[in-house]
Nanobody, 125 residues
Framework: QVQLIESGGGLVQAGGSLRLSCAAS????????MGWFRQAPGKEREFVAS????????SHADSVKGRFTISRDNAKNTGHLQMNNLRPEDTAVYYC??????????????????WGKGTQVTVSS
């Protein structure tokens, strides 16, 4: 069993930055891949970024490339999503997810085993 708790969301003006964190517990953090997804009101949950179990491979959605960066600190059992140059269209609830096993990047929500409850990010224009 894995527990994931997101933090770092909030209200920010367009052009601003936020750093989301995902604290993991319940299983050795380095043994699973991680991902970030988001869901805006009335929209489907969409892929944002993913990082492999060792942290060597990453993938970012086209909509966030060059602005968002996923990372992980296996020693601290924590994953991060650094979000720069935020736009109003980035407004959503952001979720972190974990896929158990030595996997690389995964961009499909259905392949993840565990999810956090999400953190709200609101970007004002």
């Amino acid at each position: 069993q894995v527990q994931l708790i997101e933090s770092g969301g909030g209200l920010v003006q367009a052009g601003g930055s936020l750093r989301l964190s995902c604290a993991a517990s319940g299983r050795t953090f380095s043994t699973y891949a991680m991902g970030w997804f988001r869901q805006a009101p009335g929209k489907e949950r969409e892929f944002v970024a993913s990082i492999g179990w060792q942290g060597y491979s990453t993938s970012h959605a086209d909509s966030v490339k060059g602005r968002f960066t996923i990372s992980r600190d296996n020693a601290k059992n924590t994953g991060h999503l650094q979000m720069n140059n935020l736009r109003p269209e980035d407004t959503a609830v952001y979720y972190c997810a974990a896929k158990i096993g030595p996997f690389g990047v995964i961009d499909r929500a259905g392949q993840y085993d565990y999810w956090g409850k999400g953190t709200q990010v609101t970007v004002s224009s």
